[in-house]
């Protein structure tokens, strides 16, 4: 995810932004620069490696004179990384340099308005055009210029801006993307995240959506684009410096299990456009996507288990068989594929060995490849025929959370998508999904809700020797998903069944006190699933259950029921998997394991 900082006092800039930039470095990135205003002139220096070099080439920044800067550190997502798209981003007069957190959506209309005028661009991102239409409307007033630019803006976006006319003011604002202000005694700071301030002051503005901030060595001032004028108290920042890097939490795995209902939001909203789904610059054509007769999702881990609910997605909107398929044993069983299958490879970090492998195999036999992945100019996204990124942001935890999440929505909208120009679902139904999607943040928000109780269940329990997971449809993907969360984090054996296998074999495993997580929410299938829960039931096991809210039926079987909020059958999903990541969490916390980095594990799998 990427990372702002700008400063702006009475001492070297650079040294203080490129310490900032280190202090972000846990969010990963893969490039970063900063610009420093010296001598009337605009000063960037950029790295595709780490800070340490950006440092080392700068003398630690005193190599770079001026009092004034902005820095980043870019997780690529218009662009491959690389030096030229690396942030900051100058105007095509050398007047404004910018940096840039968030998507601009309506970036290609800009950019080629701003190519009619005779304009160069010099990178691929998004970015560049807001320092080109600064450029633009400068006409001595940098807020104007800025004003009239943001109204110009469609997506997410938080901006620091350095004019080289005006070497003492720095310029920040923000809509849909966090930014804030620190404010010091003769020196004062923008961040993106509060963890690049807090060993310089504790005193901070957390900017409004719309605001902008102008600020200068000794003064802060808001405004609202139209030029109003706003007065707000600076917040105290109590944290240390290791509690800002988590935000407060005392794991990443935590923080990102919180940052969830923004990352849905991110995933969603560039893509949803006057009520449908569009996905910039895919190869699929209409006509290719009509003679595909079959689809295959292949992946690993989590990455495979929001494919085995796609599976229900898509069977349900395109009526096309769909098969989800282990990436590790994908190419070892001589799979049917040829030119009218298409392939959906999913990966968080788009180098996954095994799934890499699975990709060329399906790509040497004739398949379309689609792949959804979260990293830019991945080994993946680049073999691949077309790429969806996620665009979920780095993990730290090695266990999954948002990651999982944005594939899912991912997932949805491509089956949306799909089902619209093969004419497989109504409108209508289209239509009603979409909007149960706009809500799924803050339905995820209301979730957050029964931390607590989940907290006493995990306390109670924490000590079980094995776990079962059990569901059926969309309920047993999230099954599987819910076990394999307890399992990694916590080291206590789970594992996941369909509902129905119970009795064929299974079920001579429950006994007395062993826990049952019986997953039943998908409502068509409920009394299906309360004939599960009084089996396992009867032989002595304890059954926490889910349940959409007004499900009081449940109670009666059941030993403790988490509710969840009602959304679309198909999205079940999204809303399931939250009071799991959460159960497991506090198990493994109860449990003393190292949860951000459980034993054995790796972020990304490399090798077979």
Known sequence: MCGIVGFVGNKKAAPVLLEGLQRLEYRGYDSAGIAVIKNGSIEIKKTIER???????????QTVDGEIGIGHTRWATHGAPCKRNAHPHMGFKSRFAVV?????????????????????????????????????????????????????LKGSYSLGIICREHPETLYAV????????GVGVGNNYIASDVTALVSHTKNVLYLEDGEIAVITANKVDLFTAD?????????????SIDAAEKGGYDHFMMKEIKEQPDVIAKTFEPRIKDGKVF???????????????KIIITACGSAYHT???????????????????????FRYRNPIVDEHTLVIIISQSGET?????????????GAHILSIVNVVGSSIAKASDDVIYTWAGPEIAVATTKAYSAQLIVLYLFGLYAAERLGSASSDTITAILSEIKQLPEKVKKLFEMEESIKKIAKKHHRMGSVFFIGRNIDYGVAMEGSLKLKEISYINSEAYAAGELKHGTISLIEEGRMVIALSAYDSLQDKMMSNIKEVKSRGAFVLATATEGNKAIEKEADQVLYLPKTHPLLLASVEVIPLQMLSYYIALYNGCDIDKPRNLAKSVTVE
């Open 353 to 365: 060995a095994d799934t890499l492998a699975a990709l060329r195999e399906a790509k040497n036999r």
């Open 307 to 329: 494919g085995v609910v796609a599976k229900y997605v898509f069977e349900e909107l395109l009526r096309i068989p769909t098969e989800v398929d282990l990436a590790s044993e």
């Open 227 to 239: 030029g109003e004028k706003k007065e707000r108290e600076p917040s105290f920042v109590s944290w």
């Open 279 to 293: 996905f910039e610059g895919l190869n699929l054509t209409d006509e290719k996507l009509k003679s595909i007769n």
């Open 100 to 152: 840039h957190n968030g998507i601009i959506e309506n970036y290609i209309e800009l950019k080629d308005e701003l190519v009619a005028l005779g304009v160069n661009f010099k990178s691929e991102t998004d970015t560049e055009v807001v320092a080109h239409l600064m450029e633009l409307y400068y006409e001595g007033d940098v807020f104007n210029a800025l004003a009239k630019t943001i109204s110009r």
């Open 51 to 61: 800070i340490s070099a950006l440092k080392e080439a700068t003398d630690n920044g």
């Open 174 to 181: 923000r809509h849909f993307s966090p930014l804030i202000v």
